[in-house]
Nanobody, 130 residues
Framework: QVHIVESGGGLVQPGGSLRLSCAGS????????IGWFRQAPGKEREGVAC????????HYADSVKGRFTISRDNAKNTVYLQMNSLKPGETGTYYC???????????????????????WGHGTQVTVSS
């Protein structure tokens, strides 16, 4: 059974950093594409970053490029999201999602669509505030 647990959220000042963790169990994470999503109160869930299985190619939302980094530690079955220079508007619940297999490079524009992922964690809260 696929099980996903996010951790690492918290309160951070604008301009600060956080590292989120996504720990998987019940499946070999290196064979799955993993995505990070976030949802602010009253807003739709949006894709932030993802890393596909196999070669670990990554893809980011334009709003986080250069500030967020997604990485894998397959030995620990964990994916991380390093978030730097956080902004108040990035407050929300951050979710990790997993989908078996690799995504095609020709479909890269769809990699951050939530409908592409079938397995979700319960989320971790990130609050960016002074």
């Amino acid at each position: 059974q696929v099980h996903i647990v996010e951790s690492g959220g918290g309160l951070v000042q604008p301009g600060g950093s956080l590292r989120l963790s996504c720990a998987g169990s019940g499946f070999p994470l290196d064979y799955w594409t993993i995505g990070w999503f976030r949802q602010a109160p009253g807003k739709e869930r949006e894709g932030v970053a993802c890393t596909r299985s196999g070669d670990g190619v990554t893809h980011y939302a334009d709003s986080v490029k250069g500030r967020f980094t997604i990485s894998r530690d397959n030995a620990k079955n964990t994916v991380y999201l390093q978030m730097n220079s956080l902004k108040p508007g990035e407050t929300g619940t951050y979710y990790c999602a997993a989908q078996a297999g690799s995504f095609l490079l020709t479909d890269v524009n769809t990699w951050l669509e939530s409908t592409r992922y079938n397995n979700w964690g319960h989320g971790t809260q990130v609050t960016v505030s002074s």
